[in-house]
């Protein structure tokens, strides 16, 4: 049976250009790059004080309504470092049950592109300085990813982790071993992969680890076995026109 040939993608990668917290005024502590897919997303966010992890997380984008001119999404977290990992949640679920941790609830913002090419993404999520929803506002640019580049969003079946490549950039999210969270990012250089930021040693999904397996035979909804883990693939595509969120 001939393998089916790769969908054309509605992905798109961006980087963030700051946040305000209203009324407060916008600024940038993180440098933060994220992969939207056509369904699901990764988001990787570091202090730029001190390389730290602000917040990494992984999810589930909807379109919920809005115009054509001004869409509004919804972005539900499937993994969230901003909660306890489910190894230390549930061990204390199981000796403390009023304990277990509610799941996140789902950041819905509108979308309206800027004279500058940018996009602002305005709506309601958690402060994580205060854990209450409040208004917001995110000003995103885009990443420049060549037309054809490779789009792969992985879950890993036997773990908690995600990772998700577009061209010349991948990143990862995972929980540890201890019941912490862990990341790393990455961005290719000629054939190989060099590691641009990573914290924890296990590196759950790094790309360079195995070489790149999914150029192939890989399709949406395969799961596989890479970088020591098994995997689903989740979103496996061709960079098209790349648009903002």
């Not at 949640?89 to 819905?108: F, G, I, Y």
């Not at 999914?214 to 596989?224: F, P």
């Amino acid at each position: 049976m001939s393998i089916p040939p790769l969908k054309t993608s509605t992905a798109f990668l961006s980087t963030r250009i700051s946040i305000a917290w209203l009324p407060d005024p916008p600024s940038e502590p993180t440098d933060t790059l994220v992969l939207t897919g056509t369904t699901y997303y990764v988001d990787l966010r570091i202090l730029k004080e001190d390389g730290s992890l602000d917040w990494g997380m992984a999810g589930v984008k909807e379109m919920i309504g809005g115009t054509k001119e001004k869409p509004v999404a919804r972005f539900t977290n499937i993994l969230d470092s901003h909660l306890p990992s489910s190894s230390s949640s549930n061990s204390t679920a199981k000796s403390d049950p009023s304990s277990a941790t509610s799941p996140p609830l789902p950041d819905e913002g509108s979308f309206s592109q800027l004279p500058s090419g940018n996009t602002l993404e305005a709506g309601t999520m958690v402060n994580p300085a205060t854990s209450l929803p409040q208004l917001y506002e995110e000003e995103w640019a885009p990443v420049p990813v060549e037309r054809g580049a490779t789009v792969l969003i992985l879950q890993s079946i036997s773990s908690r982790a995600f990772v998700g490549v577009c061209g010349e950039w991948a990143l990862g999210v995972y929980e540890t071993k201890d019941g912490g969270y862990g990341g790393w990012k990455g961005k290719k250089e000629g054939a190989s992969w060099t590691l641009v930021w990573n914290l924890g040693e296990e590196r759950v999904g790094w790309v360079g680890e195995e070489g790149e397996s999914w150029a192939t035979s890989w399709r949406e909804g395969d799961e596989v076995e890479w970088a020591g883990r098994s995997w689903k693939v989740l979103e496996h595509s061709l960079m098209g026109e790349g648009r903002p969120k």
